[in-house]
């Protein structure tokens, strides 16, 4: 456990979240005495407990658990930390398999036990209300707790310690803070959340749906979200171009040599579908026949082994290196159907791709330019330097099966990454554990209106692949040398930054990004001759215009394209047609301002450029 953590968990806030899981604990065994319990940690923000119940809880029931949670804390109970021996521990939880399941995980490791018992009372007085394994920390007494800084907020299912092969439980989450302001400040957070929720919004503003007929996770872009898309790619690809890097194209298969030949099937086989039989079509295996001739595929999780083969497709030269090759490929990784979120956790994503393949004597400036091209695009995008979090993530020492490549490999990349963050001032935290199978990494976090964390691009160095498939240049003394390739997403996923772009901003993007920039409004039908010479005037300077609908009152028309978060509303009519102008609401504003129509669209497409 790093210092941070420790200072975290010691902290009086760790210690009331926790009890509070304790008492929440201590008020369902009351009510429901032949409930079986689980685990009950802390967790941002505040806290849960897992329970086996024997009779069906409902999210109702909720308010009373809560009630009953303030009044025990007012009855001043102690929380008294014990050690105990394995076999006391098993004596106290006999009837509870969850608890013995732990202690018997903790006894194979040597771990030492411990108990928490929360009592009201001393002495011969002493009545002990509840009992869990436990290492702590918690308060002394529930004195210390506020009574109005915490709340319960809803059951979910949760199988036992993860895993969908066990029990489905039931979770009861909670928040807690120091004081009901600060619970009342989150909980308005959440509400806003809610409006901002990118699955919410996608429905709204017509972008995206995802079909169970389809598939789970394998989003579908209605026309809006689909020129979203395009907008944000026309961009990526611009700014590439102008970065030194090259396009290039790979399937959506590979052949499943190439994936035991990069490590994928052995160390990334939980992450990855399974094979494909290429040997005969759906017919044949319908009628049961044989395959005369078998070919295995998988579906790529990564686009890397295939930007391998097009390298050593050829003689490379230290002259020519580095090499920065982009692609826009979709890949599909396995998520358990219950991990599945909208746009933020999906089976089929594009990943905006690229691998730089460079000498040793490269790698530092390549990994700095990198790094610049990462908070540019943050930049372009809303997101200024302070918004942006960066984590090293390295190896484990302790772990080593888990990754490829040998000691020397490892310190030098991660070395190699550690000076460039700190070179860079980058604001950034290691994380021992979280490295890639094949390498050490710089993962990028931005944090969006709301304050929360969004993982988007990562930066890794590989040492491994081009050991693996024998990648090779020749030197400036005509000696073959292996190069050295970094991997790096910007977006990380389209799908993923588009879903926090959506909540970022709530729907309503600035006008350079926004599908819909200007919808054009006649007062009647009259008008819609002029509204439609308003539109190839703006259409020509490169602006995104439609003209709206005239089949209902002019004040619903407004309401729609206000709910449809359009940034600019043009009304015209009489008065517009004679004198060539428009009148335009800006997003946000109540007002309306007139323009000649030549001023309006120039200064737009100035804005938008």
């Not at 039908?525 to 602006?543: D, H, M, N, P, R």
């Amino acid at each position: 456990m790093s210092s941070s953590q420790k200072n975290k968990k010691d902290s009086q806030l760790h210690k009331v979240r926790h009890s509070l899981s304790h008492l929440l604990a201590t008020a369902i065994l009351e009510k429901y005495p032949n409930t079986k319990l689980g685990i009950g940690p802390v967790i941002e923000n505040g806290f849960y407990y897992d329970f086996d119940f024997a009779l069906p809880f409902s999210q109702d029931e909720l308010a009373s658990i809560e009630t009953r949670m303030r009044e025990l804390i007012k009855e001043n109970f102690a929380f008294t930390k014990k050690s105990v021996t394995y076999a006391q521990a098993k004596k106290i939880f006999a009837k509870n398999k969850y608890k013995l399941e732990l202690i018997e995980e903790l006894k194979k490791k040597k771990s030492p036990l411990s108990i928490y018992e929360t009592a009201r009372g001393a002495g011969k007085k002493k009545e002990i209300a509840f009992v869990d394994l436990c290492s702590g920390p918690h308060v002394k007494n529930t004195k210390e707790i506020p009574q109005d800084a915490f709340a319960l907020t809803h059951i979910a299912g949760a199988y036992w310690r993860g895993d969908e092969k066990n029990k489905m439980l039931t979770r009861i989450y909670g928040i807690a803070f120091e004081t009901k302001k600060e619970l009342d400040e989150f909980r308005e957070m959440i509400k806003e959340a809610e409006r901002r929720d990118h699955r919410k919004l996608g429905k709204e503003l017509d972008l995206f749906h995802i079909d169970d007929t389809v598939g789970l996770g394998l989003p579908l872009w209605h026309p809006k979200g689909a020129l979203l898309w395009r907008i944000i790619e026309d961009f990526w690809y611009r700014e590439h171009v102008k970065n030194g890097y090259e396009l290039v194209r790979t399937p959506h298969i590979g052949n499943r040599a190439l994936w035991e030949t990069s490590g994928h099937w052995g160390f990334y086989n939980k992450s990855m579908y399974p094979p494909i039989e290429v040997g005969q079509t759906l017919e044949e295996r319908q009628e049961r026949k044989k395959a005369e001739h078998s070919e295995e595929y998988l579906l790529k999780p990564m686009n890397c082994p295939f930007h391998v083969q097009i390298y050593k497709n050829g003689i490379r030269s230290y002259r020519d290196l580095p090499y920065r090759w982009a692609e826009c490929g979709t890949v599909y990784r396995f998520e358990k159907k219950g991990e599945l979120s909208g746009l933020t956790r999906v089976r089929g994503f594009t990943q905006d791709d690229a691998h730089i393949i460079c000498r040793k004597d490269q790698v530092e400036e390549e990994l700095k330019r990198v790094i610049d091209f990462i908070l540019f695009i943050y930049r372009s995008f809303g997101f200024p330097p302070e918004t942006v979090h960066v984590y090293l993530s390295l190896r484990d020492p302790k772990d080593k099966k888990k990754y490829a490549g040998n000691d020397a490999g490892w310190k030098f990349s991660e070395n190699v990454l550690r000076k460039v963050a700190k070179e860079k001032k980058l604001n950034f935290k290691e994380e021992v554990g979280e490295a890639a199978f094949y390498g050490p990494k710089l993962d990028f976090k931005i944090k969006d209106a709301l304050g929360r964390e969004w993982q988007c691009s990562t930066l890794q160095f590989d040492f491994n692949l081009p050991e693996r498939f024998d990648m090779s240049f020749v030197n400036d003394k005509g000696r073959d040398e292996r190069p050295f390739m970094l991997h790096r997403a910007l977006f990380g996923s389209y799908e993923r930054f588009i879903g926090l772009l959506i909540e970022h901003y709530a729907g309503a993007f600035p006008a350079w990004l926004s599908p819909a920039q200007v919808v054009v409004l006649p007062v009647s039908e009259k008008f819609v001759g002029y509204a439609e010479k308003v539109i190839t005037s703006l259409s020509a300077e490169g602006i995104r215009v439609s003209l709206g609908k005239t089949d209902e009152t002019l004040g619903k028309r407004i309401r729609e394209a206000e709910l449809q978060k359009i940034p600019y509303i043009i009304v015209v009519g009489e008065k517009e047609e004679k004198s060539g102008s428009v009148s335009v609401r800006k997003r946000g504003k109540k007002e309306t301002e007139t323009e000649r129509l030549d001023v309006f669209a120039k200064a737009l497409a100035k804005e938008i450029s």
